[in-house]
C-alpha cells in the first residue's frame, strides 16, 4: 500500500460543523433577501447540480439559487451574500481535532495523500488557502471533475494522479455517497470513519453507504496504527 485517499466533509473536517451549514445558510439567505427556510431548501435540493459544477462559480451559484426562490439581487446584495457565504464556508470546513496531526503522521509513514470530495464551488475556490493543501498530493473535486462518487472514474482519476495503482490505495470516509462501495469496486481498501462521537449529526449523510468495510474507527485518531509504514 502506497497511498491513503481521504474523503473530506465529516472525514477531514469537523463532522460537529455540519450542524452549522443551516445557520450559515441563513445569513447568506438574509444577505441575498430570501426566506432562509426557502433558501435552505434550494441550497439541499440542488447539491447534486451543484457539486458537479452546473451553476459555476460560488457568485453565478448564489445569483441562481435566489432567482430559483423567486429574488433578483441586485450587484451589492450578491456581493454581502458572496462574502456571508464564504466565511460561512470556513467555519463548515475546519479540521476535526486530529486531522492535521493526523495527516502529517501519515505522510511520515511514506504515504502518498489524496482527496476526493463531493463538494460544491467553495471548497474548490478556497482550498489553496486551507491548512489542508500542503498535506494533499492530489485533491480530487467532483464540482471540477462533473461527477459524484461512486462514479470510479473519480477513484481512477485520484489514484493516476498520486501514480499509484488502485489497488495500493487505503481510501479513508464517513460512509457519505456510497464512497466505500466505490472503494472497494475500484479495487481500493476502505477504512469507515464511523464518528460515533458525532451521533447528532449522522443523518446529514447524504446518500449512505450500505456497505460496511471490515476496517472501522471511530475517529481518525487510530488511523496511523492501522496503515502502518508504507
Same mark, same amino acid.
Given at each position: 500500500m502506497r497511498?491513503?485517499?481521504f474523503?473530506?466533509?465529516?472525514t477531514?473536517?469537523?463532522p460537529?460543523?455540519?450542524a452549522?451549514?443551516?445557520?450559515?445558510?441563513?445569513?447568506t439567505?438574509a444577505?441575498?433577501g430570501?426566506?432562509?427556510?426557502?433558501f435552505?431548501?434550494?441550497?439541499?435540493a440542488?447539491?447534486?447540480?451543484?457539486?458537479?459544477?452546473?451553476?459555476?462559480g460560488?457568485? @453565478?451559484t448564489?445569483?441562481?439559487m435566489?432567482?430559483?426562490?423567486?429574488?433578483?439581487?441586485?450587484?451589492?446584495?450578491? @456581493?454581502?451574500?458572496l462574502?456571508?457565504?464564504?466565511?460561512?464556508?470556513?467555519i463548515?470546513r475546519?479540521?476535526?481535532?486530529?486531522?492535521?496531526?493526523?495527516?502529517d503522521?501519515?505522510?511520515?509513514?511514506? +504515504?502518498?495523500l489524496?482527496?476526493?470530495?463531493?463538494?460544491?464551488?467553495e471548497?474548490?475556490? $478556497?482550498?489553496?488557502?486551507?491548512? +489542508?493543501?500542503?498535506?494533499?498530493?492530489?485533491?480530487?473535486?467532483?464540482?471540477?471533475?462533473?461527477?459524484?462518487k461512486?462514479d470510479?472514474?473519480?477513484?481512477?482519476?485520484v489514484a493516476e494522479r498520486?501514480?499509484? $495503482?488502485?489497488?495500493?490505495c487505503w481510501?479513508v470516509? @464517513?460512509?457519505?455517497?456510497?464512497?466505500h462501495?466505490? $472503494?472497494?469496486?475500484?479495487g481500493?481498501?476502505?477504512?469507515l470513519i464511523?464518528?460515533?462521537?458525532?451521533?447528532?449529526?449522522r443523518?446529514?449523510?447524504?446518500?449512505p453507504?450500505?456497505?460496511?468495510?471490515p476496517?472501522r474507527?471511530p475517529?481518525?485518531t487510530?488511523?496511523?496504527a492501522l496503515l502502518?509504514p508504507?
Amino acid at each position: 500500500m502506497r497511498a491513503v485517499i481521504f474523503d473530506f466533509f465529516g472525514t477531514l473536517s469537523d463532522p460537529s460543523a455540519e450542524a452549522e451549514r443551516l445557520g450559515t445558510f441563513a445569513v447568506t439567505a438574509a444577505a441575498l433577501g430570501v426566506p432562509a427556510d426557502r433558501f435552505g431548501a434550494v441550497m439541499a435540493a440542488t447539491f447534486r447540480r451543484r457539486a458537479t459544477g452546473e451553476h459555476g462559480g460560488t457568485r @453565478d451559484t448564489l445569483l441562481a439559487m435566489a432567482r430559483a426562490c423567486g429574488v433578483e439581487p441586485g450587484e451589492a446584495q450578491l @456581493d454581502a451574500a458572496l462574502a456571508s457565504h464564504r466565511a460561512g464556508a470556513q467555519i463548515v470546513r475546519r479540521p476535526r481535532p486530529e486531522a492535521l496531526a493526523v495527516l502529517d503522521r501519515v505522510r511520515e509513514l511514506g +504515504y502518498v495523500l489524496g482527496l476526493l470530495s463531493d463538494c460544491s464551488s467553495e471548497l474548490c475556490e $478556497a482550498w489553496a488557502e486551507t491548512p +489542508y493543501a500542503a498535506r494533499i498530493d492530489a485533491p480530487v473535486f467532483s464540482w471540477r471533475e462533473g461527477r459524484l462518487k461512486p462514479d470510479p472514474r473519480l477513484y481512477a482519476t485520484v489514484a493516476e494522479r498520486l501514480g499509484v $495503482a488502485p489497488a495500493e490505495c487505503w481510501f479513508v470516509g @464517513d460512509g457519505g455517497g456510497r464512497e466505500h462501495h466505490g $472503494a472497494r469496486q475500484a479495487g481500493m481498501r476502505p477504512v469507515l470513519i464511523t464518528n460515533d462521537a458525532y451521533p447528532e449529526v449522522r443523518h446529514l449523510r447524504a446518500d449512505p453507504d450500505s456497505y460496511l468495510p471490515p476496517d472501522r474507527l471511530p475517529d481518525l485518531t487510530g488511523l496511523p496504527a492501522l496503515l502502518g509504514p508504507a
